[in-house]
């Protein structure tokens, strides 16, 4: 069972991101700030869901959510500030999208800037412990989702729409065949052989 509440504020925000291990496309950001007695039955972490009940849990959360924020920090960005500045970023960005300001945010993994003088604590894996985590991890994913199966229109011997932009052996392959794309990270070791991208 995913618990509601880590500070004892009501206004706690939960935050997380999706793409952060991906060869191309943004790293997406999103927080939650979820009323009391909020519940789903089958609310967990992304990781856990099926794409099918991403889908469903989306509006769900949107629409029961005390509020909610998501943030897009492209793939030019994550180049510039690196990966992990750029999921701090997103986050930050996400929190301040939020209609209420939190009094306490609560973040899943290890690394976090403080955002304003808010408290915060770190969660290792706490999109599956607390309810607002994994319900921004839901919203992180599938707006990432969306967005990649958008550009794979563009792209599509990328197959993006499938891959989401993982480094997938289908897609290291298209890399070797195709090249890179306006959205492929740069600064990130895109096939396993190569140490330096000839640009």
């Known amino acids: 069972m995913l618990k509601s509440n880590y ?19 943004p790293v997406v950001a999103a927080a939650v700030i979820l009323p009391e007695n909020f519940e789903h039955p089958f609310l967990n972490d992304s990781k ?11 509006p769900f959360i949107e629409k029961h959510a005390v509020a909610f924020g998501v943030s897009f920090v492209d793939e030019k960005e994550v180049d510039a500030i690196n990966v992990l500045q750029a999921s701090i970023t997103g986050m930050h960005r996400s929190i301040k999208q939020l209609k209420i300001q939190p009094k ?13 003088e808010i408290s915060h604590q770190t969660i ?12 921004a991890s ?15 229109q563009e792209y599509p011997m990328y197959n993006w729409k499938q891959n ?36």
Request: charged content about 35%; proline content about 2%; some cysteine.
């Open 164 to 199: 989401k932009g993982y480094p997938t052996k289908q897609h290291r392959n298209a890399i070797r065949e195709f090249g890179i794309t306006k959205y492929h990270r740069k600064t990130f070791r895109l096939l396993p052989e190569q140490l330096k991208l000839d640009l």
């Open 104 to 116: 306490f945010i609560i973040v899943d993994g290890n690394k976090f800037k403080a955002y304003k």
């Open 7 to 25: 500070s004892g504020e009501i206004l706690e925000a939960g935050t997380d991101e999706a793409g952060r291990g991906c060869l191309c496309g």
């Open 138 to 152: 839901v919203l992180a994913k599938t707006y990432r989702d969306e967005f990649m199966e958008k550009i794979h």
């Open 48 to 58: 856990q869901l099926s794409e099918k009940q991403r889908k469903e849990l989306k």
């Open 124 to 135: 290792v894996k706490g999109d599956a412990k607390y309810l607002s985590i994994a319900s």
